[in-house]
């Protein structure tokens, strides 16, 4: 069980927007920065969203991160079939001293 | 550019201890803490603990405290993983992943190495 929550999956159509969430608590999201990492199929996760709303160089901005209290969500706009992947919310816990994860969301489009 | 590269799959019985290696290049090996995160099939990602190669001093996730050590060979750029007194829930994609600070993100990550431990 994930410190972390998120759905299991999400799917949408090309085009349109989908938003996965990530629930936390305030030793986690409610105190630190949230992470969103894209996993694709067969490949190492790569980091997409960092500080909470920040895109490294190269992420398109049709993905947006967004925090509030003790959740967060990760906003995917424009789906393209390129975006089917496991995506995997993260921050530091201060209870646990260690970084947490959420389960993970398979994207599906459809 | 910066690029992680990680040692090739293992098999592994039960009990046994497997040693993942994680090559740095591009970037001053000293100035970024690295990460070992592992990925169990049909699980999602377990953070297992990271090592500072300037202090060389580490901090391992309660779960592993006692089964996991992670050294650094500064002269070969390398962090090394070793897990021991391996079961088979330890079947896993293992990833080192580097970050600027210990609580920061992870901004690259090597390409995973499969240990699969079985009789």
């Known amino acids: 069980q994930s410190v972390l929550t998120q759905p299991p999956s999400a799917s949408g159509t090309p085009g349109q927007r989908v938003t996965i969430s990530c629930s936390g608590s305030t030793s986690n999201i409610g105190s630190y920065y949230i992470y969103w990492y894209q996993q694709l199929p067969g490949t190492a996760p790569k980091l997409l969203i960092y500080r909470n709303n920040q895109r490294p160089s190269g992420v398109p901005d049709r993905f947006s991160g967004s925090k509030s209290g003790t959740s967060a969500s990760l906003a995917v706009s424009g789906l393209r079939s390129e975006d089917e992947a496991d995506y995997y919310c993260s921050a530091w816990d201060d209870s646990l001293s260690a970084w947490v994860f959420g389960g993970g969301t398979k994207l599906t489009v459809l | ?119």
């Open chain 2, 1 to 119: 550019q910066v690029q992680l590269v990680q040692s090739g799959a293992e098999v592994k019985k039960p009990g046994a201890s497997v040693k993942v290696s994680c090559k740095a290049s591009g970037y001053t090996f000293t100035s970024y803490y690295i990460h070992w995160v592992r990925r169990a099939p049909g699980q999602g990602l377990e953070w297992m603990g990271l090592i500072n190669p300037s202090a060389d001093s580490t901090t391992y996730a309660q779960k592993f405290q006692g089964r996991v050590t992670m050294t650094r060979d500064t002269s070969a750029r390398t962090v090394y993983m070793e897990l021991s007194s391996l079961r088979s829930e330890d079947t896993a994609v293992f990833y080192c992943a580097r970050s600027l600070a210990a609580r920061s993100h992870f901004d690259y990550w090597g390409q995973g190495t499969l240990v699969t431990v079985s009789s």
